[in-house]
T-cell receptor
Framework: DTEVTQTPKHLVMGMTNKKSLKCEQH?????MYWYKQKAKKPPELMFV???????INESVPSRFSPECPNSSLLNLHLHALQPEDSALYLC??????????????FGNGTRLTVT | QKEVEQNSGPLSVPEGAIASLNCTYS??????FFWYRQYSGKSPELIMF????GDKEDGRFTAQLNKASQYVSLLIRDSQPSDSATYLC????????????FGAGTRLFVKA
């Protein structure tokens, strides 16, 4: 069983809807990530939070809005999405180490379909 | 030039053989290197990580890193049908945050 939990597992939303993806980790990690993965493509980094502060935004459109309420929780707020935003959204967490980058621990993902 | 280059495959090997997966990267500032396995419809799971030049072994898996050649590989000994998956090479560096970049992945098929 994964120690990074994502909800919901599946989400279908219209282009005018507002929805949120949720992620929770109980591994004591201080870095959390959102990745987007299209079919037969590798995961693409969207956002990185380190110690609950946004440290990387990979030029993601503003219709995606991340939030990190505390060290265990990560949300991704969705608004006015496009059909091309349909993908698997992966949350991950990792330790924070100044010397090396610790491995990512992924949740099971949310399969998003925008209609 | 892509940051991480992998042969997309598919790579097909018979059961019991050694599967060899290769990856090159362009950023000499890369500090950490990872191999993830991803089954169809599932999320990636960590197989190996390596930080220093040389070999690192864990069970049937061996990761090899050559920073001078900017090359990392994964050997899977005694391949099993359950090893059939996409293998993602990844590297990471500190850029004010912790950025892990993935290669396109190599699809491996192990034939029974």
């Amino acid at each position: 069983d994964t120690e990074v939990t994502q909800t919901p597992k599946h989400l279908v939303m219209g282009m005018t809807n507002k929805k949120s993806l949720k992620c929770e980790q109980h591994m004591g990690h201080r870095a959390m990530y959102w990745y987007k993965q299209k079919a037969k493509k590798p995961p693409e980094l969207m956002f990185v939070y380190s110690y609950e502060k946004l440290s990387i935004n990979e030029s993601v459109p503003s219709r995606f809005s991340p939030e990190c309420p505390n060290s265990s929780l990560l949300n991704l707020h969705l608004h006015a999405l496009q059909p091309e935003d349909s993908a698997l959204y992966l949350c991950a967490s990792s330790d924070v180490d100044s010397s090396y980058n610790s491995p990512l621990h992924f949740g099971n993902g949310t399969r998003l379909t925008v209609t | 030039q892509k940051e991480v280059e992998q042969n997309s495959g598919p790579l097909s090997v018979p059961e019991g053989a050694i599967a060899s997966l290769n990856c090159t990267y362009s950023d000499r500032g890369s500090q950490s290197f990872f191999w993830y396995r991803q089954y169809s419809g599932k999320s990636p799971e960590l197989i190996m990580f390596i930080y220093s030049n040389g070999d690192k072994e864990d069970g049937r898996f061996t990761a090899q890193l050559n920073k001078a050649s900017q090359y990392v590989s994964l050997l899977i000994r005694d391949s099993q049908p359950s090893d059939s998956a996409t293998y993602l090479c990844a590297f990471a560096r500190n850029t004010g945050g912790f950025k892990t970049i993935f290669g396109a992945g190599t699809r491996l098929f192990v034939k029974a």
